[in-house]
């Protein structure tokens, strides 16, 4: 029994990572494991069998035959700023998996220790920072948003010092790739365009290999990522760039979906894969409204729930600078072949906006005045302050029950009354398909900030996994009111007015 790990990464050489150990941690434990995700990756342990070799490996005490940890290079803006040097300063890429479809993740362990890239940083994570990345993570998989999962949580036994002690923790990432806007930024800022050159091979033999010339159309032998590769066409490059703006698309699409908030948008939390990636200060919206930040840094409301498209374009220009001398040696030239693709992207997730609200609203092909209907939805819930999922929740409801539905009620009512006749005239020609539309759209559940943190709190404290348990049931079904889902239905009772997240250092 053994797990199969890879190392295409590592392959990449010297200026891509630090080769460097998980630090041991005094008493590891396994909290939590990801049964359904360790099968998909084909890893043959399970935490009631095989519970201390599984807290030894993923604490980075035990190294997993075959595995060559690294820290990862990547530099990024942040709220912005460009910081030249970030990397893996907490972090242990320790290879890669294949699933049983193929598709090969990165196995990252995070909170393992110090690296050259930590900075001032103890190379730590908390437990609850550990524990809400597992929560959110499967929440937002299960919602049907592209992100990171987490395969384990071990406890260390160890204290973590922040504003005070807290337990500490380890927690497994699994990624389809860690790399991230601020890795070809890494690149670009040193004038190394030999490894954004490999990066981007690298990259395309990753996530894209269907851009790979075949050898009679080819100039280049990809077959091999961690071939020394430093050949690549132009239209390649344009190619790679339009491919992850695709990926970012339904990304940012199914975060406005489903009201969640990133929070910390940098570059270098921004993969190319068009993976939701670090949950550190991420929340959901209650009440409706584009200004909402829970975030304790974000003082310029920058990541704002409405800002997220904007942002994501401007993290595209951002990767776009990066790649302008692989797409032509004249940087006029460049930016020429380039932009078209940038404004392209914004048009599509206009467009693509436009859809996804009006599949909230059960329209499958939005028509000329649906813009107005939505928007003029969106106002009165932003002025009524009307609970986003509690609001889409209702509409969905009341076209059930052979489609005389569970009338929506006062004060919703009140507040809809003269929309509500128009948007019933609009779906009226196609309500079953509108209800079956709307059910898999709109979910009758999130992960609440405020469940959330009780839960987080009561997990610390106890150390019981039995209401985490419950909830994650829930999570999991996300489209589909099972028993306990009234439980966590409800809105803050003070509208989370003093919420508050944090990074998670
Ligand atoms: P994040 O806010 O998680 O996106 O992290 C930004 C940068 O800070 C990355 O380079 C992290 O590796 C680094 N970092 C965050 N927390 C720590 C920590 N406790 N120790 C060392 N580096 C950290
Ligand atoms: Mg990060």
Redesign the pocket.
Known sequence: MSINLSNNYQALGESFSQQTLPAPVAQPSLLLWNEPLAKALTIPFTKDNDGELLAQYFSGNQLIKGSKPV?QA?S?H?FGHF?PQ??????HLLGDIADTLGQRWDIQLK?SG??N?????????ALGPALREYIMSEAMYALGVPTTRCLAVVTTGEN?YRERPYDGAVVTRVATSHIRVGTFQYFAARGDTDSLKKLTNYAINRHFPELIPTSSEGTSDNSDGNKANNEISSQQVLEFFSAVLSKQIPLVLSWLRVGFIHG?M?T??TAISGETI?Y??CAMMNAYHPETVFSSIDRNSRYAFGKQISIMQWNMTRLAETLLPLVDSDEDDAVEKIEPLLTQFHQDLQQGYLTMMAAKLGIDEPAVGDGKLINDLITLMKEQKLDYTQTFTALTASLTDSLNGSPIEKPLTDVLNEWLPRWNTRIEPFKTAAHQLMMSTNPVVIPRNHHVEALLDSCQETGDLTALTKFLAVLRQPYTEITDTKNYQDGPVDGDKNYHTY???
């Open positions: 820290a990547y990024g942040q910081n970030l990397g893996d300063g907490r972090a909170g110090v690296s890239f930590s900075r001032q940083g103890d190379g730590r994570c973590v910390v940098n270098d939390n670090d550190g200060p990074c998670g250092t």
